[in-house]
């Protein structure tokens, strides 16, 4: 069982930048796949990045990538996601997420949600 916390959302204007963090409960953090998740008011949920387990693989949506980057530390049993250059379109509700195996794959723990806005 892994529990995840996210933290780190708030109002900003286009242009700006936030950091986003997950904090994960569990000793076995290390070794699973982590993902960040966003959904926006009205549409479905979609998926923003991804790392695997030892943060040498990294993945992208092409509406965030040279913008956002995802990143670990196992030591601190948390994860990352940077974002820079925020537009008005990035606003959402931002998961993060934990898989077992393939982090392009299913995921099976999700963390309740932080709200990142971005006026224009």
């Known amino acids: 069982q892994v529990q995840l916390v996210e933290s780190g959302g708030g109002l900003v204007q286009a242009g700006g930048s936030l950091r986003l963090s997950c904090a994960a409960s569990?000793?076995?953090?290390?070794?699973?796949?982590m993902g960040w998740f966003r959904q926006a008011p009205g549409k479905e949920r979609e998926f923003v990045a991804a790392?695997?387990?030892?943060?040498?693989?990294?993945y992208y949506a092409d509406s965030v990538k040279g913008r956002f980057t995802i990143s670990r530390d196992n030591a601190k049993n948390t994860v990352y996601l940077q974002m820079n250059s925020l537009k008005p379109e990035d606003t959402a509700v931002y998961y993060c997420a934990a898989a077992r195996t393939d982090p392009r794959g299913s995921y099976d723990y999700w963390g309740q949600g932080t709200q990142v806005t971005v006026s224009s």
């Open positions: 790392i695997n387990w030892s943060g040498s693989s990294t």
């Open positions: 569990g000793r076995t953090f290390s070794s699973y796949a």
